[in-house]
């Protein structure tokens, strides 16, 4: 028999379609507290939840082997004076969608100008400035996973060119050319005709800062960088100067250094800055319940789990 705990703000909804899946040998304690989770933590040989949650009560889990995330980004996990000793898998292939409506909603909105639109007509002005149109516009990503591959795919229904920079892989077959290696070193080449960068990139050692002036620098003027992805990846301060220096034609940030954002920050004054409060990508509970449901009938068949996180590499 195991024993799971379900620790998230969404426990209920969580622990229903669980339930409803009818998983063999599994008894089953949901909760949003971690204070209550804690009461019996060494009870559980598994735990499917939040990690800003589960990392409060992480050093109590002493029976747990696996961890299953709600979320993508695992980083409250990732800290190297907790414990590693278990098997830790995340949520993958659910935010393509959700990820997609967001970007293309403003790059959409800037191509047909629709806050200037609506400026208008408030403004009761008649504007007949024309929109421009996605279609031949170049498209880079930083990052293309699950998530970058749906963005390439969307591009392609509009008729975009697409860049993608990676680690390694080349799996999406709508990226038209991929560059790997430094970043410093193929810049020139992956930047310098786009005419939008968006980074959904974790947030590792190594993507600390990817996101510099160096590399800000070799964007044209007209670019303009939304990033849905991880607010470290991100030189904030850099970003602040390219864009109030009119080297960048704007940014749509959703996430940030610091969470929330702080009252002073410069951002919120820019008026070519949009923000979003790190609402792009929601987990819903009817999206990520089936990955925990799977990867559980993978293991009591003994089969690997899908979405095993690196701990070194920080996903």
């Known amino acids: 028999m195991h024993t799971l705990l ?70 409250p996990l990732l800290d190297p004076a907790l414990r590693r000793d278990y098997i830790l898998t995340n949520a993958r292939g659910v935010f393509g969608v959700q990820m997609s409506e967001y970007v293309f909603a403003y790059l959409l909105a800037h191509e047909r100008k629709i806050f200037e639109k609506q400026a208008s007509q408030a403004a009761g002005r008649w504007d007949p400035e024309p929109p421009t149109r996605l279609r031949g516009k170049q498209l880079g990503l930083l990052g293309v996973g699950t998530i970058g591959a749906a963005l390439a795919r969307t591009a392609k229904h509009f008729g975009m060119g697409v860049k993608g920079y990676t680690r390694a892989s080349e799996d999406s077959a709508d990226v038209d050319r991929y560059f790997h290696g430094s970043l410093a ?99 819903a509970p009817p999206d990520i319940a089936p990955i925990f449901i799977d990867n559980y009938r993978r293991l009591v068949q003994g089969e690997p789990l899908r979405y095993r996180v690196d701990f070194e590499r920080g996903y």
């Open 6 to 75: 379900i620790l998230s703000r969404h426990a209920r909804d969580y622990h229903a379609l669980v339930e409803a899946a009818r998983l063999p040998d599994l008894a089953i304690t949901a909760t949003t507290d971690p204070g209550v989770a804690s009461d019996a933590a060494g009870s559980f040989d598994l735990a499917f939840g939040e990690p800003a949650l589960l990392r409060q009560i992480l050093p109590a889990l002493t029976g747990v082997g696996w961890v299953q995330s709600t979320w993508a980004g695992v980083e």
């Open 185 to 283: 070193e193929v810049s020139a080449a992956f930047a310098s005709d786009l005419d939008y960068l968006v980074s959904v990139m974790p947030d590792t050692a190594a993507t600390r800062h990817l996101i510099g002036d160096e590399f800000l620098r070799a964007l044209p003027p007209r670019a303009v960088f939304v990033n849905p992805g991880r607010g470290g990846v991100v030189d904030e301060n850099a970003l602040a100067a390219a864009l109030q220096d009119g080297r960048l034609a704007g940014a749509v940030l959703d996430v940030f250094e610091t969470e929330p954002l702080p009252a002073d920050h410069v951002f919120w004054r820019l008026p070519n800055v949009r923000i979003t409060s790190h609402t792009a990508a929601l987990s």
